[in-house]
């Protein structure tokens, strides 16, 4: 079936220092989403991407939607201590489908 | 509060019993989702409704397990006799669907629930 990969797993990071995350698919999706799930919470909704090649931007937090259609990335920039938590990327093939999650990228500030 | 709401927050059973979850999606959405998240792991999909209508269950394991969103009430999530390895964070999450003002289609816009935390002695 449809499946979403991560990477890194898992990253330990100095505050102030820039982080790049990527997902990527078998499949082409035509929405890709990025979240963040902190400990104990559901995960809150980040970016939305729409078109291939669309780079968008939230704060600190920069996404782009791969050319392929297969691929996504996020960059975080000056690292804070409070942007721990794991950063989940999502996809939809179509607008009627289903919404499928990656396994997570976990992310540590070091002070 | 107008987000997500899931109840209870936790929620322990004895094998064999029956588990039962529930959400309230935000004022205005129309379209429920249910993902399942074991520790240190990711959302795995289970179900994705509407009202009266179930859209896809093809995460949803055959037997013990199923889910309704009533046309009045809750979405709930139904987990009959409970086993071990049933405990695992449960997630709801709600979409506008069609929206109404712009006639987009916002499905993938997801807002998710704080969770229930199903344990299974």
């Known amino acids: 079936g449809q499946q979403l990969n991560q990477s890194p797993q898992s990253m330990f990071i100095q505050e102030g220092e820039d982080v790049s995350m990527n997902c990527t698919s078998s499949?082409?999706?035509?929405?890709w989403l990025w979240y963040k799930q902190d400990p104990g919470e559901g995960p809150v909704l980040l970016i939305a991407l729409y078109k291939a090649g669309e780079l968008t931007s939230n704060g600190r937090l920069t996404a782009q939607f791969g050319i392929t259609r297969k691929d996504s990335f996020l960059n975080i920039s000056a690292s804070i201590p409070s942007d721990v938590g794991i950063y989940f990327c999502a996809g939809q093939r179509t607008s009627y489908d289903k919404v499928i999650f990656g396994p997570g990228t976990s992310l540590s500030v070091i002070p | 509060n107008a987000g997500v709401m899931q109840n209870p927050r936790h929620l322990v059973r004895r094998r064999g019993q029956e588990a039962r979850l529930r959400c309230s999606p935000m004022?205005?959405?129309?379209?429920v989702y249910w993902y399942r998240q074991l520790p240190e792991e990711g959302l795995k999909f289970m179900v994705y409704?509407?009202?009266?209508?179930?859209?896809?269950e093809s995460g949803m394991p055959k037997e013990r397990f199923s889910a309704e969103f009533p046309k009045e009430g809750p979405s709930i999530l139904r987990i009959q006799q409970v086993v071990r390895g049933d405990s695992a964070a449960y997630f709801c999450?709600?979409?506008?669907?069609?929206?109404?003002?712009?006639?987009?289609?916002?499905?993938?816009?997801?807002?998710f629930g704080s969770g229930t935390q199903l344990s299974v002695l």
């Open positions: 499949s082409i999706f035509n929405t």
């Open positions: 999450a709600s979409s506008p669907g069609l929206g109404a003002s712009t006639g987009e289609y916002a499905d993938e816009k997801l807002f």
């Open positions: 409704l509407q009202k009266e209508n179930i859209i896809d």
């Open positions: 004022k205005g959405h129309s379209h």
